[in-house]
């Protein structure tokens, strides 16, 4: 593999090299290695879909099959941060929907939209394991926690800082 | 960070390392970190099973599984190699204690994994971490790195000559995986289908092998379990219920946290004293007592022991250990609303009773939610519930149908109210676009 091209950095290629092994078959690196592509790439291109599905010796479209199973995979572009409101349960019971709704009105926008600059993405999600520090929010992988509308905005502000850096 | 809360009442077993440090190799060891290994090496496989089975430790991922007898089920000789899978997928909703054993002390899962793998004959263990858990998945990789750097993995742990290599591996998104045979099939890169039984894990597993699939708090107890002897821990807990677990307590509380309390610690006590009690000083409408999936208690069910038998006695289940306070101000309709759209969202769609049962009833909830709901409406879903039960490829469908069911039996009222164009009695609830479109 080492020798061919690839699409991805020689970081993450020399990773992918490394997964495939670790495992009895290397089809078992096939999930992991598509959301790492993704969080390279942004989102799961055909590109990718092709590579990986070579590195891991299946089919593109048993490629396809696996990556619209899983949730956080997706193959579309998307904002620089995706602002993960969870609604579920414990949330809900702590101001999850008036959060999600709140962030609806900032940003502009509703459930998988993303702002015309490009800086967010807002999605409702399920539980993302926070529930004893609700209502929680991911964006991107980091968490946040126990917030209100207005700690909210203090979270939002600051990525948009980053955003412009 | 996630973080433990502390309370007078708090037993520090498998949260005994956490805030210290022990993320760091050299501090877990000097925290009694290895010792268990060591130690289980020169019991062998038997005694490290008996140890186990003294414990009275069942299985923290939900069901409850005695955690000795489900290792003994591995048959000794296997043409196939062996496996444990750690489950650190924790979605069930209320659920996020996982979270803190992998954040504050990574290992103690190694640790426990290596003496299943010691106990059962297995040479490569595997830890499933849920995708959305990346800053945790990092901590995993960094903990392995370091444990092959010290001989605890590889080709000669400990050495005493016998091999153990360990992979942390992350999901993508998916609740469906969580399910232990749907578990298996994602870690071999397909879709998270669930697989028939018989026949089980513990015979034909991963790669077709013998695999012990345990949860991640299960596994991280293993080595307090051998370090300090089986019937001291089970002496913590209640009768067939041994030891501790860690409690998520959330909804309406003062204090909301994960807890660390003896199993059959009392419910109300929890609720009351650990939790603080509901804020503003409202009443108490309901309890969620383990987790999305079990049947809601009500108030007065609640002075009851929490572990696996009492709870169960009392109509419903300890599952994941995710209790969920529900104040007066709730409405019981938008609850099981909310909770079998989780459901329907993630029903991974193999099955019809699931996949259709839970769309179903997830439209019928809506409608009696919006006020468009007639009294055939709630007879309905009850039926639809209780036929989605048992008859379905794997227990979603029972994760789904058991609360509703609940929610219906003992707020009956309540569904009522909102029927003929009534609507929604509680003002505050928000209608979601997304589920009316
Ligand atoms: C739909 C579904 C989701 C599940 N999710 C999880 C999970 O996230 N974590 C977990 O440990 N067990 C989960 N389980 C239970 C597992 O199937 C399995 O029983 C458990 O991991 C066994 O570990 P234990 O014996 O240590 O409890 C789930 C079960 C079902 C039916
Ligand atoms: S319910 Fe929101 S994080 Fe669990």
Known sequence: ??????????????????????????????????????????????????????????????????????????????????????????????????????????????????????????EEVECIGACSWAPAVQVNYDFHENLTPESMD???????????? | MAYLTTHPDVVPVVSYRFGKGATNIDRYIELDGYKAARKAIEMGPEAVIAEMKASNLRGRGGAGFPTGMKWSFVPKQSEKPKYILVNGDESEPATCKDRLIFEHDPHSVIEGVIIAGLAVGAKMGFIYLRGEYRYLLNIMEKA??????KGFLGKN????????????????????????SALMESLEGKRGIPRIRPPFPAVVGLYGGPTVINNAETLATVPHIIRM?????????????????????????????????????????????????????????????????????????????????????????????????LDETVCMVEFALRTMRFYQHESCGWCIP???????????????????????????????????????????????AMPTIAFVKKFRKEFEDHLDGKGCPYKHSLQHEAVLA
């Open chain 1, 1 to 122: 593999m080492a020798t061919e091209t690839t699409i991805f950095s020689p970081e993450l290629a020399a990773r992918f090299d490394k997964l495939v092994t670790l495992y009895p078959v290397r089809r078992s690196a096939l999930v992991p290695m598509l959301l790492y592509a993704q969080d390279e790439v942004g989102y799961i291109s055909k590109a990718v879909v092709a590579e990986v599905a070579r590195r891991v010796g299946v089919l593109e479209n048993d490629v396809v099959s696996v990556l619209s199973y899983y949730s956080m995979l997706r193959t579309q572009p998307i904002g620089k941060f995706n602002v993960q409101v969870c609604t579920n349960i414990c949330c809900m019971l702590r101001g999850g929907n008036e959060l999600f709704e709140h962030c609806k009105k900032r940003l502009g926008i509703g459930h998988k939209g993303t702002t015309a600059d490009g800086v967010f993405s807002l």
């Open chain 1, 154 to 165: 203090k979270v939002l502000e600051e990525y948009r800082e980053k955003a412009q850096k």
């Open chain 2, 144 to 149: 392995i790195e370091d444990a092959y750097a």
């Open chain 2, 157 to 180: 742990i400990f050495g005493s000559g016998i091999e153990f290599e360990a992979v942390s591996h992350t999901g993508a998104g998916a609740y469906e995986v969580g399910e232990e």
């Open chain 2, 229 to 325: 002897g089986g019937a001291e821990y089970a002496k913590i807990g209640t009768e067939r219920n041994g030891g501790t677990r860690l409690f998520c307590l959330s909804g309406h509380l003062e204090k909301p946290g994960v807890y660390e309390l003896p199993m059959g610690y009392n419910l109300k006590r929890m609720i009351y004293e650990v939790g603080g009690g509901i804020p503003g000083g409202r009443k108490l409408k309901a309890v969620v007592p383990g987790g999305s999936s079990t049947p809601v208690l009500l108030p007065e069910e609640i002075d009851i022991g929490m572990d696996f038998d009492q709870v169960g006695k009392a109509g419903s289940m300890l599952g994941s250990g995710g209790v969920v306070v």
């Open chain 2, 354 to 400: 699931c996949r259709e049962g839970t769309d179903w009833l997830k439209k019928s909830l809506t409608r009696v939610h919006a006020g468009g709901g007639v009294d055939k409406d709630i007879d309905n879903i009850q039926y639809l519930a209780e036929n989605m039960l048992g008859r379905t490829f794997c227990p979603l469908g029972d994760a789904a």
